[in-house]
């Protein structure tokens, strides 16, 4: 069974500075992997996704992913933020069977961008 | 943009009620989801289908149920709520074939008192 683990429940950080989104998991077959962003009051929408190829995955509103295997990674990157990136983003995992469209998520990380 | 629609999008109900959540997706996607989640907990998926007439139990037991007459429309019932069941629940949808993306409604929050 696979399972999520985002390393950090709220990250706070200013305008305009770097951050990164820590995300590990555990499977015991290959996996994709999602990151998903969920505005408030909103459903989540698709930030990124890795299937297969280079690890260094781009998705939209400037967001970048990186796939370490050896580290069972997929942690979330922005060079500089927008207050309007206040979310929370979670992570998810999914095998590459049958059960490519059953999606496991972590539990989120909190993103609040501070003036 | 993604076309699924969730109603209500909030509910206060007394112990004992019987309630249903409606989903309906116009994109025609197969496969259709409903995720449990509570506030800084990971999604739990409840209840998925991958087309009509067909309905599985999620990884995280649930007393509610779930049909999938049609398509488009994937409602899910609690026959007799209880205060336990008080959580926002979000419906997904995807396309068939490979790892693709969800799709998910805004959500319906539930309280039961």
């Known amino acids: 069974a696979q399972s999520v683990t985002q390393l950090d429940s709220q990250v706070p950080v200013f305008e305009e500075a770097p951050v990164e989104l820590r995300c590990n998991y555990s499977s015991s077959v290959s996996v994709y992997l999602f990151w998903y962003v969920q505005y408030p009051n909103q459903g989540l929408q698709l930030l990124l996704k890795?299937?297969?190829?280079?690890?260094l995955v781009k998705g939209i509103n400037g967001f970048e992913a990186e796939f370490n295997k050896s580290q069972t990674s997929f942690h979330l990157r922005k060079p500089s933020v927008h207050i309007s990136d206040t979310a929370e983003y979670f992570c998810?995992?999914?095998?590459?069977?049958?059960?490519?469209?059953?999606?496991?998520f972590g539990q989120g990380t909190r993103l609040t961008i501070n003036p | 943009e993604a076309d699924i629609y969730q109603t209500p999008r909030y509910l206060v109900i007394g112990t004992g009620k019987k309630i249903t959540l409606e989903c309906s997706q116009t994109m025609g996607h197969d496969k259709m989801y409903w995720y449990q989640q509570d506030p800084g907990m990971e999604l739990h998926l409840i209840h998925y289908s991958y087309g009509v007439n067909s309905t599985e139990k999620g990884d995280l037991s649930s007393e509610s149920t779930v049909s999938r007459i049609r398509t488009e429309h994937f409602p899910l019932t609690l026959e007799s709520a209880r205060p336990s069941h008080t959580s926002q629940y979000l419906c997904?949808?995807?396309?068939?074939?490979?790892?693709?993306?969800?799709?998910f409604g805004e959500g319906s929050r539930l309280t039961v008192l």
């Open positions: 998810a995992v999914s095998d590459r069977g049958r059960g490519a469209q059953k999606l496991v």
């Open positions: 997904a949808s995807s396309e068939y074939a490979g790892p693709g993306e969800l799709f």
């Open positions: 890795y299937l297969s190829g280079s690890t």
